[in-house]
């Protein structure tokens, strides 16, 4: 109710935030400095019934030592009857009991000699579990009972000859107390009623300035707005109204933005060549633009507050419908193909559908934008119809060229293996010759059988490598685990045996696995081993290295060596058949490389090498990409 009362005006939130303030600091005030005066009270209150102990012990520490103990009644006796005399409405100091015992708790003279007889053991039920023995001074505040006990030790030359026990009441010091308590009431309730006013006068001063704000923010946005009971303030209501009449520019220059935005974004719709629509959560039409008012024959005012279902066929409709709800449910744009009936026909659209969302994040309404794309179907329909035609004769023409190379393989194959027969009997008939008739001729016939033996040997080479390239394109590829280290180490040891005169260092990482056909793999390691083996022969220190590293996240093996190298102009021949970039100082027939080639394309990876004539080159492959 309190809360109600206050959020209905800010002058009384003020006021009572003021008066909250002024009530808990006076209070703090006021129950510290009570504090302070109580506990002066009592310290000084503690201090007399402490002094007294000290004063009365040291007079009766004479008769306690010569065990004068009527002596030590009367001196206690009167002392007692004095303070019960005096004036009790000024006096803190009021006696209960006065007990003088010796070192063994026995009574030797009490105030109240009827019930603690002397040579009695002293009891007291407030002091039951407290040894008031060899306690030279010690005060015991217990203000639950009203009492306060001084215990201290009675000393006779330096030695304590027995003890006293004094017990004072409270009740002075809480009728001064409860004195204090009401003068602080009274004096509360004097600065309250002064707050109050205080408060309230505050309060309208502080509100007074935000009301005439209030009076004049519905004019907020005119672009000139009229605050004129702050022009003669100079705090932060000034700054207020400054800011105020700044944000009014603002906002009317904000206004007339989205007016003009408005402005725009209507000629975008209203321009646009495809559909544009907006419909509320239960799938009421909130706007169109003049692109469906003149698909569909309508006025946009006959559109707005209807659904598909008042508008088209129900099977359309229904189409809508779902599409609708499942841009809903997903909560992001969805395409969609679309069909309509028009008056010439059934149409295909092309629809975007998308949720809108209000600032919460709620969906409270969905869009779309349709786009007409029935000629570009029709397009489509006959390019598939074009493409099967297409592919029958691709499928017939790959089968005729397939059919073709198969012949020209049998035909190269058949030639190869016809050409060997005359080329062994050239051969053979040029080695007889030299051998039986080397001596009749002279030595430019010889000469000349050298020639053609060569020749016969080099195109022997030829026809071997061309048959092998051929295995190679009709070899079937059988993929599997392969250790490439242990290939190239079985390479290498088979390089040595052939040519054990030559000292080749060679350096292999060990345990390259990879997937691959292990005859191909071989052929291709045999050949770039043996292509670094011809080239290093001339090399001070010939050394050959195998290993792999990673290029783009792939895995790339290499084949380095230290021999001759090449021109990197002419690395485009490197891997083509009979391309050969060395003269005939160096044996080979141009094919090896092609193999290699050949042998990694089919293995579905990349081959390429880097070199500087003099320095060497490297072949980088890799296999599976």
């Known amino acids: 109710?309190?809360?109600?009362?206050?959020?209905?005006?800010?002058?009384?939130?003020?006021?009572?935030?003021?008066?909250?303030?002024?009530?808990?600091?006076?209070?703090?005030?006021?129950i510290f400095d009570f504090y302070q005066e109580h506990?002066?009270?009592?310290?000084?209150?503690?201090?007399?019934?402490?002094?007294?102990?000290?004063?009365?012990?040291?007079?009766?520490?004479?008769d306690m030592h010569y065990e004068n103990y009527f002596a030590l009644w009367s001196s206690?006796?009167?002392?007692?009857?004095?303070?019960?005399?005096?004036?009790?409405?000024?006096?803190?100091?009021?006696?209960?009991?006065?007990?003088?015992?010796?070192?063994?708790?026995?009574?030797?003279?009490?105030?109240?000699?009827?019930?603690?007889?002397?040579?009695?053991?002293?009891?007291?039920?407030?002091?039951?579990?407290?040894?008031?023995?060899?306690?030279?001074l010690e005060v015991l505040w217990m203000e639950q009972h009203n009492k306060l006990f001084v215990y201290s030790a009675i000393n006779y030359n330096n030695?304590?000859?027995?003890?006293?026990?004094?017990?004072?009441?409270?009740?002075?010091?809480?009728?001064?107390?409860?004195?204090?308590?009401?003068?602080?009431?009274?004096?509360?309730?004097?600065?309250?009623?002064?707050?109050?006013?205080?408060?309230?006068?505050?309060?309208?001063?502080?509100?007074?300035?935000?009301?005439?704000?209030?009076?004049?923010?519905?004019?907020?946005?005119?672009g000139n707005l009229d605050i004129s009971s702050l022009d003669h303030r100079h705090d932060e209501f000034k700054t207020l109204e400054k800011a105020l009449r700044h944000a009014d520019k603002s906002i009317y220059e904000t206004h007339n933005e989205i007016i003009d935005q408005q402005q725009k974004l209507s000629g975008i719709l209203d321009n646009s060549d495809a559909i544009i629509f907006m419909k509320d959560t239960e799938g009421k039409y909130l706007l169109v633009n003049q692109r469906y008012e003149k698909i569909f024959r309508t006025d946009q005012q006959d559109v707005i507050g209807r659904t598909d279902f008042d508008l088209h066929p129900a099977i359309f409709a229904q189409e809508f419908l779902n599409h609708d709800r499942c841009a809903m449910a997903v909560k992001r744009p969805i395409h969609f193909e679309e069909r309509i009936e028009l008056d010439d026909g059934i149409h295909t659209y092309i629809t975007v559908r998308f949720p809108i969302k209000d600032s919460s994040g709620h969906i409270y309404a969905i869009a779309g934008i349709a786009t007409d794309i029935t000629e570009r179907k029709q397009i489509e329909k006959e390019l598939i119809q074009y493409k099967t035609r297409l592919e029958s004769i691709v499928e017939t023409r790959t089968q005729e060229l397939n059919e073709s190379i198969q012949e020209l393989e049998a035909f190269s194959y058949s030639v190869s293996h016809d050409l060997r027969?005359?080329?062994?009997?050239?051969?053979?008939?040029?080695?007889?010759?030299?051998?039986?008739?080397?001596?009749?001729?002279?030595?430019?016939?010889?000469?000349?059988?050298?020639?053609?033996?060569?020749?016969?040997?080099?195109?022997?080479?030829?026809?071997?490598?061309?048959?092998?390239?051929?295995?190679?394109?009709?070899?079937?590829?059988?993929?599997?685990?392969?250790?490439?280290?242990?290939?190239?180490?079985?390479?290498?040891?088979?390089?040595?045996?052939?040519?054990?005169?030559?000292?080749?260092?060679?350096?292999?990482?060990?345990?390259?696995?990879?997937?691959?056909?292990?005859?191909?793999?071989?052929?291709?390691?045999?050949?770039?081993?043996g292509n670094a083996w011809k080239y290093t022969a001339k090399a001070e220190q010939p050394k050959i290295t195998f290993g792999q590293t990673s290029q783009n996240g792939h895995r790339v093996y290499f084949v380095k060596d230290n021999g001759t190298g090449f021109d990197m102009q002419y690395v485009d021949k490197l891997f083509k058949a009979f391309q050969r970039l060395h003269g005939s100082e160096y044996e080979g027939t141009g094919i090896g490389l092609a193999t290699v080639h050949r042998i990694i394309h089919r293995h579905n990876g990349r081959i390429w090498a880097e070199s500087e004539e003099g320095h060497g080159a490297t072949f980088y492959f890799t296999l599976g990409e």
Not at 446 to 460: Q, S
């Open 159 to 222: 030695s304590i000859v027995g003890y006293m026990i004094i017990s004072y009441s409270t009740l002075p010091l809480k009728a001064l107390r409860n004195r204090a308590l009401t003068t602080y009431a009274i004096s509360q309730i004097a600065i309250l009623i002064f707050i109050i006013l205080i408060a309230g006068y505050f309060a309208r001063k502080i509100s007074a300035p935000i009301n005439d704000i209030i009076n004049a923010l519905p004019n907020m946005g005119s």
């Open 76 to 136: 206690i006796r009167k002392v007692y009857l004095d303070n019960q005399a005096s004036n009790k409405d000024f006096d803190l100091i009021i006696i209960n009991e006065i007990a003088v015992i010796n070192k063994e708790g026995r009574v030797l003279a009490h105030t109240q000699a009827e019930t603690h007889k002397p040579g009695s053991v002293y009891s007291n039920p407030l002091l039951n579990d407290i040894s008031i023995t060899d306690r030279p």
């Open 39 to 62: 506990r002066h009270y009592k310290n000084f209150m503690e201090q007399q019934a402490t002094q007294l102990s000290k004063t009365l012990g040291q007079t009766l520490a004479n």
């Open 421 to 529: 027969t005359p080329l062994r009997s050239i051969n053979g008939f040029s080695l007889a010759l030299k051998e039986d008739y080397q001596d009749a001729l002279d030595d430019t016939a010889n000469n000349y059988l050298e020639r053609i033996i060569r020749a016969t040997d080099r195109m022997g080479d030829i026809i071997d490598d061309l048959l092998l390239l051929s295995r190679v394109n009709r070899h079937e590829i059988q993929t599997q685990a392969i250790n490439l280290s242990l290939i190239t180490e079985k390479v290498f040891q088979q390089l040595q045996n052939l040519d054990p005169d030559q000292k080749i260092e060679i350096d292999i990482e060990s345990n390259i696995m990879i997937q691959g056909d292990p005859k191909l793999i071989y052929l291709a390691m045999e050949n770039l081993l």
């Open 1 to 30: 109710m309190i809360r109600k009362w206050l959020e209905k005006s800010f002058s009384r939130q003020v006021t009572a935030m003021l008066l909250l303030v002024g009530i808990v600091s006076n209070s703090t005030y006021a």
